[in-house]
């Protein structure tokens, strides 16, 4: 995982090399490389999906399995590392010896600090111009808020970068280049390397004493009886519990410090046995359980991506994490309860299948036979139910209007729409009720441009596109009580449903709808609750103010009446819609944007002319930093003042400056644009 270009997929790469699996080294530059399948991947250079694949790695006389997801790097597929971090049990954090702790390796971080994964961090490019591999570490520190531990040392920087030296064992290793890296050799410590050594090993050898008595007396008595197995243990221990990252460094193009990489991911990162056990609720009695990964205990597994295949239908990519998973059984899909059949099973490589009789505890592998399964869904024994934790993915941020060039292609666009939501939950479809248009939204213009470019070549429907829109939100400023009563009665059955709630702002870091249940005993059906949930969710999609989502709101349920004969589920779930409605047309709310974090390395000269440009696009500067010949300027601008700025940037900056961005978060829209904006979507003029 990392920020674009910092060498994830060029890494890997290499690992399948020394690995045996493949037999030349592909390149992405070159558009060879094994993991960048896709047609759009190979022509821009870029990951866009995550590719899974299994080798394995000799170490002493012991052979380890180790499945790797290779990640894109770049803001717009977030998606892709949040649905692989959910299920992976150790992650490698890989960072550009130039550029540090970019935007998107806090992003990435983020997600691995909340599915608690351990990591090791891989410093990368130290051959390249600007390395420096104290700040990577000084930055981890400062700006992720980690514990970095150097394990190794590099031997030279930028041109000179020739090898590196291992902390742990004392050893220096040099790389062979006319083997493609495949051979390196022990080297000497380097004389004018030998007090920067003896410092960080000692800091290393003192770490990993402090956390243990035993130790800690045995380094008091003599510093020397400290074995490379001692320091291995216990950085391990504060590894797993995530209270220390040890950090690699290497130049994975230039083939140096890849296997000790390798060696690393052994020593430090945990099998799925040492992971805590996975917990999830049972379905009938509504109670925690606990799974351990062990192949003969009850099945539970997780489906983390859905891909359409042309040839066998639909991929479930799965985790298994307890029991056995076997081809030709049937299994229970607890998040919808109902039954499926696996017809196949198969381990993958990249976009190759291997089939497989059964994927046990531990690994990772894809079902072929699913027909109702989507992201998120638990697989388990329906004598033994039960539902993991799901995962949540980021709302999209940018929306377009689509529509086939040909009449005879609306319903293929339709379809092809589907299958591509059903893959990719970061990406919606909605059909605009007063326009009739088909919006799709996205994490970013890369992103619906990928999905327009797979459209034409995979689906053969060629796009008219409209401009891109801002996904704006809804947000409640006041509180409000309010009582709503829905009643019907036309002849036999009626509708009757009676409601009491509360609305106000939800906490800060809440997203959709919060809602709190304050009836006493059996006031009303559990269902007729259930169904005032759904009611009031629904209301959400579709705000008062301008037809926006709400982005967050705080509900609860104080009172509520039904009648015997005339009350069923649908007429709460209508007067919830209603009641939330009616409600919020009654207090003030605001409409919210979203604001991007926008970063620029640029030669000096720009740095002017960029800060002027940024102030003009609303944006607000937070700093700038310098480092070597180059500026970074960090900032914060609005979504919509954003559409063709790589244009821009390169018109000011003679295309010599590069910029990223990354969603941040909503903001207030100024007055006088949301009012205009409400003018252009309503024909009314509004007072906010």
């Excluded at 290499?14 to 690995?19: A, E, G």
């Excluded at 006031?523 to 579709?542: F, L, V």
């Excluded at 207030?668 to 003018?679: G, M, R, S, V």
């Amino acid at each position: 995982m990392a920020h674009i270009d910092a060498g994830k997929t060029t890494t890997t790469e290499r690992i399948l090399y020394y690995s045996g699996v493949n037999y030349d080294i592909g390149e992405v530059d070159d558009g060879t490389a094994t993991m960048d399948w896709m047609i759009q991947e190979q022509e821009r250079g870029i990951t866009i999906t995550s590719a899974a694949t299994t080798i394995y790695w000799d170490v002493d006389t012991t052979r380890y399995q180790i499945n790797i997801i290779d990640t894109p790097g770049h803001v717009d597929f977030t998606v892709e590392v949040e649905r692989s971090l959910r299920v992976l049990d150790g992650a490698v954090a890989v960072f550009c010896a130039v550029g540090a702790v970019q935007p998107q390796s806090e992003t990435v971080w983020r997600q691995a600090n909340k599915y608690r994964v351990p990591r090791i961090c891989y410093v990368n490019k130290m051959d390249r111009q600007g390395a420096d591999f104290t700040r990577v570490i000084q930055q981890i520190r400062e700006k992720l808020d980690g514990n970095p531990i150097p394990v190794q040392l590099p031997i030279g920087e930028e041109d000179y970068f020739t090898g590196v030296v291992d902390l742990i064992r004392n050893k220096a290793y040099e790389w062979d280049q006319e083997s493609m890296g495949k051979e390196f050799k022990e080297i000497p410590v380097p004389e004018n390397m030998q007090e920067q050594v003896q410092k960080y090993r000692t800091n290393l050898i003192e770490g990993a004493a402090e956390d243990d008595p035993e130790l800690l007396e045995k380094y008091m008595e003599d510093p020397q009886s400290i074995t490379p197995e001692d320091i291995i243990l216990q950085l391990r221990k504060a590894t797993l519990e995530k209270r220390a990252f040890p950090v690699f460094c290497g130049s994975s193009l230039q083939n140096i410090g890849v296997q000790l990489l390798m060696d690393g991911i052994i020593e430090f990162l945990p099998s799925p046995i040492e992971v805590e056990a996975i917990s999830g609720i049972n379905p009938k009695t509504e109670e925690k359980e606990d799974r351990e990964a062990d192949v003969s205990g009850k099945l539970s597994a997780l489906v983390f991506k859905i891909v359409n295949d042309t040839y066998v239908g639909k991929l479930a990519f799965t985790r298994v994490y307890s029991g056995t998973l076997k081809s030709g059984s049937m299994v229970y899909i607890a998040s919808s309860d109902h039954k499926e059949r696996v017809a196949r099973l198969i381990r993958l490589h990249s976009n190759k299948q291997n089939p497989v009789n059964q994927l046990e505890a531990g690994d990772i592998g894809a079902v072929i036979g699913f027909k109702a399964i989507k992201t998120g869904d638990t697989i388990c024994d329906q004598s033994s139910p039960i539902l993991l934790e799901s995962m949540d993915f980021p709302e999209p941020v940018i929306s377009i209007a689509v529509e086939p060039k040909t009449q005879k292609d609306i319903d293929k666009l339709a379809s092809s729409l589907d299958k591509i939501s059903e893959e990719d939950p970061t990406f919606t479809v909605k059909i605009d009720d007063e326009s009739a248009q088909t919006i799709i939204s996205g994490m970013g213009e890369l992103h619906l441009d990928i999905i327009i470019d797979r459209l034409k070549r995979e689906f053969n429907v060629e796009c008219s596109l409209g401009k891109p829109q801002v996904a704006y939100r809804e947000a409640i400023r006041e509180s409000i009580t309010h009582h709503e009563l829905y009643k019907k009665q036309s002849g036999g059955k009626g509708k009757f449903a009676e409601i009491e709630i509360d609305i106000e702002t939800a906490s800060s870091d809440h997203k959709g709808l919060e809602f709190i249940n304050k009836l006493k005993g059996n006031q009303i059906p559990k269902e007729y609750i259930n169904a005032i949930e759904k009611g009031i969710t629904s209301a959400m999609e579709t705000g008062v103010m301008a037809g926006y989502p709400v982005l967050a709101a705080k509900v609860t349920l104080r009172d509520a009446s039904f009648h015997e004969t005339d009350s069923d589920a649908l007429s709460f779930e209508i007067c919830g819609n209603i009641a939330f409605k009616e409600a919020t047309r009654k207090i003030k709310c605001d409409l919210l944007e979203p604001i991007m974090k926008l970063e620029i390395v640029t030669p000096d000269e720009y740095v002017g002319d960029l800060s002027s440009d940024i102030n003009k696009r609303r944006g607000e500067i937070n700093g700038i930093e310098t480092v070597g010949n180059t500026q970074i300027i960090r900032s914060r601008v609005p979504l919509g003042e954003t559409f063709g700025y790589v244009t821009a940037l390169r018109s000011i900056s003679s295309g010599r400056a590069s910029a990223s961005l990354e969603f941040s978060h909503y903001a207030i829209t100024p007055k006088d644009l949301a009012e205009e904006l409400i003018f252009k979507l309503k024909g009314i003029r509004v007072q906010l």
